[in-house]
């Protein structure tokens, strides 16, 4: 077995409202939606009309520039709504579910027979492709580019994050067949990270064909920009394709099945909860069922994914992005805190040292909430980010860089490396309030658009 | 909360298109003063650390205090010590206390005025860092110094040593410092000699006849190989580092200044590597001298150096700053060992000019954003270097 990558920098963020170890099948919702700000740089092109009807499988959008690249729907029924919101962009592409799974059928059959373009074939007529992205950037994967390596990490050491191994408890053989057909897609490896805390006797180890790699270590030890810096590291004009767990069972299940498999596992979780579990639910789910009679009263922030790089939804109208398998409720921060500043903290989740409870309770998990905590400021503490970024490279200078737009400098700082997840929790220990994350997307944004177009 | 209502009902006007507007700066520093706002995240990190530069800063005053407390004192002791009276501790204090009050209420009123008027001018919230500065620079001055040149002395400081580089996080240069430099250089006479460092001493006035107020290091640059107080009787290593000896306000207990220090690596606000390694580059220079030791100054005992003069409270309070110094983990060593080298290498060499640290940190200033585009080349360098191996 492979030795244990040890991560040291980064941060545990304890909060409470884990999810308990507890499948329910979630009610089933009246409409599903795909969001096209689920992928970085989509134009959308919608393709059915209003009312038309759909199957599973049936595209409803395609990418404007690459059109062989489409966006299929989860359920049947008929497309209902697309909501825009500024400029006419389109946020939701809204599907109502007739509850009788009828479904389009493609390609079946082992992928470790087939050839890479039959693979490439399926994956983009099932509209499964654009769950395949590429690094740098993040964005969806390009149909024409042999990656040098593929990379799923099948764990997550976010705040609250759902437990993979139990996520992918009896999916093994589904999973199994992804990495077939990924196999193809690459001349290089499949790496396949697991977490290296637990026992080796864990689901996913005795997959074939695959690198299996093992990492320990707080936050963001599971993200696959770490694991990727350790494992094999991003440089000036090299790909690397990324897969989530979850999706590759999906890719599995197409190859072995013929049809695409939407369904997924949501875990919920955050203080706000009542009962935080895991939930079978169907991708692009309204999150209002499974919400149901479990939201605390009170001021809350329903969040798809996890609270360091999810995104607000709406408690009742939101849906829950394509990439999220947690759905987080914590309580919003809108309250004026008397000398907050200067008290000892007892209840206050930090990690300056300044803080009570960094020196009495050290493990004490707590109510984190959404207030700033501050006001924004000039950089003026140094090192804050290089304790939580486990990687060799100096985020300080490359964000200054980025702000003054220097693309030389941002390519030799390293910024193909990463994704804002990875800066996220350089943004949250930042004692000048700095948005790290933006920034950062800013930069990909604009280096993007100096190099491919 | 009642406080709360009342500052919800005044704050309208302060607004924009309301008439006070052109104090909102002003009220906002008030107000987030008394209350952490009610701001929440917009972004997708949803949740942020309760730490903010106010409580960041703060710390690094509340380091201070014990400097200061023992500087109230000190400054008492020494004058009635001159005046040959015998004075009971409350007195000193009191003493003390009246003759620095003045001094802080000029450097805060003066520096947070310029700097609240800034902050209006640039649309900003005020940033915190003058609570910093506005402490420092009566801590590094004589007691003697003329209130008018404490206030010239900041407006130099926050005009030309910060704000014309853009405000708080931008100087290259420790404002407090340059108020000192300014100061030194402008008026050397005020700043520099036998008489200023004790209060009453510039006057005359009922001190005893022929009490010197030299400092140590000056006595050291006359190359005078054992120390004496004004009143001729001698210094013990234990005086120097207790600080019951003439220097600036804030600087010469080498004790209370590690109390600061462990304030600020405990609280994690100062980088103990900095504050480290400029002792160990002062230690370094210091045996070097020893072994070379020519005359009686070179022949100083390095331990004493590191004691003396503005050393220790340049080395915690001010090659600290995060801002001016090199911002790399690995800079800091090298920042604070030149800091401590080159502090002892300018008190020494330099005949005209025996308290080197704070040349040292000016220097170093300037040469921290060198230091660190070295460590970030080197990062570079191994980047493209990884780069070719995979090409090839």
Known sequence: MAEVIKIKKGLDIRMNGQAELIYVKAPRARTYAIKPGDWHGLTPKIIPKLCDEVKVGTPIFYDKYHPEIKFTSPVSGILSSINRGERRRIIEVVLEDDGKDTAETFMQGDPSEMKREQIVENLLNSGLWPLIRRRPYTVIAKTDEVPKSIFISAFDTAPLAPDFDFLLKDSEADFQWGVNALRRLTEGKVHLNLDGRYPSVRTLSDIKGVEVNRFSGPHPAGNVGIQIHKLDPINKGEVIWVVQPQD???????????????SVVVALTGARVEKPQYYRTIRGTEVAPILENQLKEGDNRVISGNVLQGKQIDAEKGYVGCFDSQVTVIREGNYHELFGWILPGFKKMSVARSFASRWLTPRRKFDMDTNYHGGKRPFVMTGEYEKVLPMDIYPMQLLKAILVNDIDKMEQLGIYELDEEDLALCEFVCTSKTPVTKILRDGLKALRKEMEE | MSLRRFVDKIKPPFEKGGKLHMFLAGFEAIETFLFVPDKVTTGRVHIRDANDMKRSLILVMIAMVPALLFGIWNTGFHHFQALGEAAGFWQMVWFGFLKILPIFIVSYVVGLGIEIAFAQWRNEEVAEGYFVSGMLIPLVMPADVPLWMVAVATVFAVVIGKEVFGGTGMNILNPALVARAFLFFAYPSQMSGDKVWIAGLTDGTGVIDGYSGATILGQAAQNTSSFVNGLGEAYTTWDMFLGTIPGSIGETSTLAILIGAAILILTGVGSWKIIFSVFAGGAVMGVLLNLFAVNAFMALPFWEHLLLGGFAFG????????????????????????????AILIRVLNPAYPEGVMLAILLMNVFAPLIDHYIIEANIKKRLKRAKVIAT
């Open chain 1, 248 to 262: 590759v069972i999906a890719i599995g299940r197409l190859f072995k099945t013929g049809k695409y498999d939407p």
């Open chain 2, 315 to 342: 080395a915690v309070y001010m090659a600290t700053d995060p801002v001016t110094a090199a911002q790399t983990e690995r800079g800091k060593w090298i920042y604070g060992f030149l800091i401590g080298f080159l």
